[in-house]
């Protein structure tokens, strides 16, 4: 995913990318790539489910977001497919019937793999920023760290990094403890 595939690219290139490969559309290029590796399907879906009920559901937590797998988002000419996102419900009160989202999450987590990292970090943070997504999270199930960004006068500042099996609290989600460990394979 290091390189674009295609330069001007369209949604209608992005559709024809085959189903089994991740594609988005960042600064006019197509990237693709492989489904996530066992690690990092590990760590999303993990993360996803600790955050899930309290925040989610409402189950032992503040409950008042919408927290999705992998949705699609499209700003401008610009497609993203974070790992996960969520929106605090009193900006988006029920989840729209298009097969994408317009409206920017306020936060957004990318789990990160040697494929993608440069992606993620670069290309994908900016867009987020221009956006105004709030919060974000950098993952690494590699190195073990939870990266914790907030945006600033629309530049991100990291609030924290977290490693090893930690356990944590991490805005937004500061209202309940993160064990990292979990997180994990080994």
């Known amino acids: 995913m290091s390189r674009p595939l295609?330069?001007?690219?369209?949604?209608?290139?992005?559709?024809?990318?085959?189903?089994?490969?991740?594609?988005?559309?960042?600064?006019?290029?197509?990237?693709?790539?492989?489904?996530?590796?066992?690690?990092?399907?590990?760590?999303?879906?993990?993360?996803?489910?600790?955050?899930?009920?309290?925040?989610h559901l409402g189950e032992n937590g503040p409950g008042g977001w919408w927290l999705l797998d992998e949705p699609e988002l499209h700003f401008d000419a610009d497609v993203l497919?974070?790992?996960?996102?969520?929106?605090?419900?009193?900006?988006m009160p029920a989840v729209p019937s298009a097969a994408y989202f317009t409206l920017a999450p306020d936060w957004v987590c990318e789990v990160l793999s040697p494929a993608t990292e440069k992606i993620?970090?670069?290309?994908?943070?900016?867009?987020?920023?221009?956006?105004?997504?709030?919060?974000?999270w950098l993952v690494n199930p590699l190195l073990h760290t939870l990266e914790?960004?907030?945006?600033?006068?629309?530049?991100?500042?990291?609030?924290?990094?977290?490693?090893?099996?930690?356990?944590?609290?991490?805005?937004?989600?500061?209202?309940i403890e993160l064990p990292l460990g979990v997180l994990w394979t080994e």
């Open 6 to 55: 295609k330069t001007g690219a369209t949604y209608a290139d992005l559709c024809a990318v085959p189903e089994n490969l991740v594609a988005e559309i960042l600064g006019g290029e197509l990237y693709a790539s492989p489904r996530p590796a066992p690690r990092h399907s590990v760590a999303a879906s993990v993360l996803g489910g600790k955050l899930m009920g309290p925040f």
């Open 81 to 91: 497919v974070p790992d996960i996102a969520g929106w605090r419900r009193e900006r």
């Open 120 to 136: 993620d970090r670069q290309k994908k943070l900016a867009i987020y920023a221009r956006e105004g997504v709030r919060h974000a």
């Open 148 to 175: 914790v960004l907030r945006l600033e006068s629309e530049r991100w500042s990291w609030v924290a990094v977290h490693d090893g099996s930690a356990t944590v609290r991490a805005e937004p989600f500061d209202a």
